[in-house]
């Protein structure tokens, strides 16, 4: 399974920015996710899409980023609006994995066991 990420980038406060991941499995039937990571904090999860579509969203996410997929194109996005510098960050794409790997991090009661390499958010005020 690989996932790569685009669509980073360094943007003023307020901007918005659309994180692509494009799939060498069928998206459609996993759930996915967004995560990010800042240096000395820990992982954490933004928003993820299960296979029958439901949404979940960490508060922070809420009502400013959306998650979405193309399963025909086998890949995720996660449109970012209202940026705050908080927000600056390593975001990750990751896939539900349905056996043990070894980069194994479970959030929200799935595990995840795939992951891209990341695309830097950088959002300056």
């Known amino acids: 399974v690989q996932l790569v990420e685009s669509g980073g980038g360094s943007v003023t406060s307020g901007g918005s920015l659309r994180l692509s991941c494009l799939a060498t499995?069928?998206?459609?039937?996993?759930?996915m996710a967004w995560f990010r990571q800042t240096p000395g904090k820990n992982r954490e999860g933004v928003a993820a899409?299960?296979?029958?579509?439901?949404?979940v969203y960490e508060d922070f996410a809420k009502g400013r980023f959306t998650i979405s997929k193309d399963n025909a194109e086998n890949t995720l996005y996660l449109q970012m609006n209202s940026l705050k510098p908080e927000d600056t960050a390593m975001y990750y794409c990751?896939?539900?994995?349905?056996?043990?790997?070894?980069?194994?991090?479970?959030?929200?009661?799935?595990?995840?066991?795939?992951w891209g390499r990341g695309t830097q958010v950088t959002v300056s005020s």
């Open positions: 990751a896939s539900e994995a349905k056996q043990r790997t070894l980069l194994g991090f479970v959030w929200r009661g799935v595990y995840f066991g795939y």
């Open positions: 499995v069928s998206i459609d039937t996993y759930c």
């Open positions: 899409v299960d296979s029958d579509d439901s949404l």
